[in-house]
Structure formats: structure tokens, C-alpha cells
């Protein structure tokens, strides 16, 4: 899939969020890369043989305080080619499916929401 498409069902995804959600992602970027960088992977606390799919980079609204201001932008990054690779029809449909879940999920971590709790959520365990 080209990235513009990528792009525009990333952005579908967010516009897909309940209104009470979309308020409150100010200074919230969203952006889309090809793979995660060393970096970023090892931010993410992940070993040897994961991969990431999203990422999100930044202070949790659970965590704010009075003192928080003039900081950067919080950031999620989607990456499109861990996506593509992970959906082995690549199907526009499955790939719009997991876009979907993984801008949902790191939405979440911006809510203060760990992935534990994420995936006790996604399990349908609460």
C-alpha cells in the first residue's frame, strides 16, 4: 500500500473515535514511519523478536499536573510496514482493521491506560 493510503486510514482511524475522545488529544501528534527505530524499540521494552506497531511518546493525561505546559507535542507513531507485514492478506480491509486497533491502543496509553489493562480489555476480560 502506498503511504498516502496509509496515511488517510490512519487518519480515518482517529476521526473514528468517539467526539469525548477527539477533545481531548490536543497537542497530540499522529504520525505514520516505515519500521520503528533501534531506539524506539528499546523505549518500548521490547526483546529480541517483537515488533512494534505503534508507539506512543509522551506524558499520559493520568500523569499531568498544574506544571505541565510548553512541552512538545505528545507523539504516536504508526508503522506501516510492521502493519503490512503483520496482515498476511494485506488486504486494504485487514490492514484498515489493525490501523484501527493500533491507533485505538495507543490512544489509550495517551489516557494513562497500560498495556496490562489494554490487554485485559482486548480480551474481553473488562
Known amino acids: ?3 498516502e493510503m496509509f496515511e488517510k486510514l490512519v487518519a480515518q482511524a482517529v476521526e473514528a473515535l468517539p467526539v469525548e ?5 490536543e497537542n497530540v501528534d499522529v504520525v505514520v514511519e516505515d519500521f520503528p527505530s533501534p531506539s524506539q524499540i528499546r523505549q518500548a521494552g521490547l526483546g529480541h523478536g517483537y515488533t512494534l506497531l505503534g508507539l506512543y511518546e509522551g506524558v499520559p493525561l493520568t ?3 498544574s506544571h505541565y505546559g510548553l512541552v512538545p507535542p505528545d507523539k504516536i507513531t504508526i508503522f506501516q510496514k510492521t502493519i503490512e507485514a503483520k496482515c498476511r492478506s494485506a488486504s486494504e480491509m485487514e490492514i484498515k482493521s489493525e490501523i484501527q486497533k493500533v491507533v485505538r491502543h ?3 496509553h495517551h489516557f494513562g491506560i497500560g498495556d496490562a489493562r489494554l490487554k485485559e480489555i482486548e480480551d474481553g476480560r473488562g
Not at 475522545?21 to 488529544?25: A, G, I, S, V
Open 1 to 3: 500500500m502506498n503511504k
Open 21 to 25: 475522545f477527539q477533545e481531548r488529544l
Open 63 to 65: 500523569l499531568r499536573t
Open 106 to 108: 495507543e490512544i489509550a
